[in-house]
């Protein structure tokens, strides 16, 4: 117990909070802590369940409960609603966040509702849909992001319902799997996609809206390779890529395709290594009409570099080394550009750990990432590596280093979270952005010497309650703080409500 408060003790010294819930391996209603240590793929989510017997059990298998009557037992142990037989199961849950919050005296409010469908027949078919419609109040600097953008983070076309930061929005997701064979799956959906160990990816995260995808899924042994073709879009509300006549909120949307390949070979129990090519490119390229250029993996980088082809293409590294008693260590290397004299690479490295210091149930989690400023930006401003306005890779953009880490503990129902981000980011007073990946040409008209680094420190802390683990309903309080480190600038934010925890949308960058 002396451990405990000591490190809760360290993070409140550093004025670390957290903003956000993040142990929900994104997007999903599972215990990371259960999925790790079973020699199972990790790399790429959502997960479906059938990927393999781990997931399909934990989002399949039912809680029993001990009380008697059948409200209680919805409201504190099972699912809302389950129809099954032998071959066939359906899950139907709540999907709500009421919350009021009060942000530098202002009063605010988020109001979610919807559902969310889980269900698998003859375990060869997996599927699952979600729906919500919201209302709500969000932080300034949500609010900023969406009057440069026109957008809010994590969805697509929102309504302005007052000029105070209120908005009305909604978002649908779904995902279809098949299991064709012993080894290759197939998944095809409409849902916010993720590659890597970590809170942040420099390379796909779930930080944008949803996209449409088709995804295959080869297992042999040992090898995993998987293919995740997506269509993204463009919608370049307020003439974000900076064309003469851009289009208006009722234009329909340019769009490009984002390709992603990753091969992922297990050295042992411990080590995971993955190389990730991903590609953007025009839907007009003529060369992409021939299947037999589409599906070579890998090479196509090559042979695109050397024939000058018009699309934004990466390659990099993940590796993870997994011990139970030790944690997880994982990194991420994504390169961008190659020339003679330099490389223009993202780098992350991590550590996590689901029982630190052997205390049940003690998270930690430390992460830096480091993405330069001319990373994923393109002559062609159409071919950014990013979707509906927003970057596909980490939060903040571009031309940052980042520190964060997390402190979760459970006692039996109970729950508490700390978080801290320190973000030191590129800035040229009104003239550049971090997290505008949309303009090539600002790196040109922007001297070198006029770039300063503007550190701003992001913290929060959040008291749970879990009052049911099957769909993650907790209540909750929490008090986060933003500050400017330049100018002292304060921004703080409390909050209180009910919520199932199982999507995570950022506002910590």
């Known amino acids: ?11 409140f010294a550093l004025n670390s909070l957290a903003q956000n819930y993040p142990l929900t391996e994104h997007q999903q209603n599972i215990n990371a802590k259960l999925i790790y240590y079973e020699n199972n793929f990790t790399l790429q989510k959502p997960y479906i369940g059938i990927e393999n017997k781990t997931l399909d059990s934990l989002i399949f298998t039912q809680a029993s409960g001990k009380y008697k009557n059948w409200f209680l037992r919805k409201i504190f142990e099972e699912n809302l609603f389950v129809e099954q037989d032998s071959n066939f199961i359906l899950i139907l849950n709540p999907l709500i966040d009421f919350r009021f919050n009060y942000q530098n005296n202002a009063k605010g409010y988020h109001n979610t509702r919807g559902i969310v469908v889980n269900g698998k027949l003859a375990s060869k078919i997996y599927f699952n849909t979600s729906f919500t419609e919201s209302q709500a109040v969000f932080p300034e600097s949500i609010k900023a992001f969406y009057d440069e953008f026109g957008v809010i983070p994590g969805y697509g076309r929102v309504k302005p319902l007052s000029g105070l930061g209120e908005f009305d929005f909604a978002v649908a997701y779904g995902n279809i799997a098949i299991k064709a064979s012993k080894i290759l799956d197939i998944s095809f959906g409409y849902d916010k996609l993720f590659i890597g160990e970590g809170y942040r990816s420099l390379i796909l995260s779930d930080f944008s809206a949803p996209m449409v995808y088709l995804k295959t899924s080869y297992n042999f042994k040992k090898i995993q390779f998987n293919r995740t073709f997506t269509k ?12 003469e006549n851009p ?12 390709s992603f390949n990753t091969l992922t070979y297990k050295l042992n129990s411990a080590w995971q290594i993955s190389l990730v090519e991903a590609l953007v490119f025009s839907k007009d390229i003529d060369l ?8 070579v993996p890998f090479i196509r980088t090559t042979y695109i570099n050397s024939n000058k082809l018009l699309t934004n293409n990466f390659v990099g590294l993940n590796t993870s080394w997994q011990n139970k008693n030790i944690g997880i260590i994982y990194s991420q290397i994504f390169i961008d550009k190659i020339s003679k004299s330099d490389i223009t690479a993202s780098v992350q490295l991590g550590y996590k750990n689901f029982d630190f210091l052997k205390i049940k149930d003690l998270f930690l989690q430390v992460e830096y990432n480091r993405v330069p400023r001319e990373m994923y930006l393109h002559p062609n401003n159409d071919l950014h590596f990013g979707h509906y306005n927003q970057a596909l890779a980490h939060p903040a953009g571009a031309g940052f280093n980042e520190i964060l880490a997390i402190l979760d503990y459970k006692f ?8 801290t981000v320190f973000l030191k980011y590129a800035e040229v007073n009104a003239e550049y952005n971090q997290q505008n990946i949309f303009d090539y040409y600002i790196l040109y008209k922007t001297d070198e010497n006029s770039f300063t680094r503007n550190p701003v420190l992001i913290s929060d802390f959040q008291l749970i309650y879990n009052l049911n683990n099957s769909y993650r309903l907790q209540v909750f309080t929490g008090i986060s703080n933003r500050t400017d480190l330049n100018t002292k600038n304060k ?5 209180f409500g009910l919520r199932t925890a199982i999507r995570t949308n950022y506002d910590d960058f």
Not at 1 to 11: E, P, Q
Not at 232 to 243: G, H, K, R, S, T
Not at 491 to 495: D, G, K, L, R, V
Request: hydrophobic letters at 50%.
């Open 1 to 11: 117990m002396k451990n405990i408060v000591s490190i809760i003790l360290i993070f």
């Open 232 to 243: 993204a879009i463009n919608p370049n509300f307020n003439n974000v890529l900076q064309v």
């Open 247 to 258: 289009v208006s909120m009722n234009s329909r949307y340019p769009s490009k395709y984002v």
């Open 288 to 295: 992409w009409n021939y299947p037999a250029f589409i599906l």
């Open 412 to 419: 039996k129902n109970f729950e508490f979270l700390i978080k």
């Open 491 to 495: 921004i703080n934010f409390i909050q």
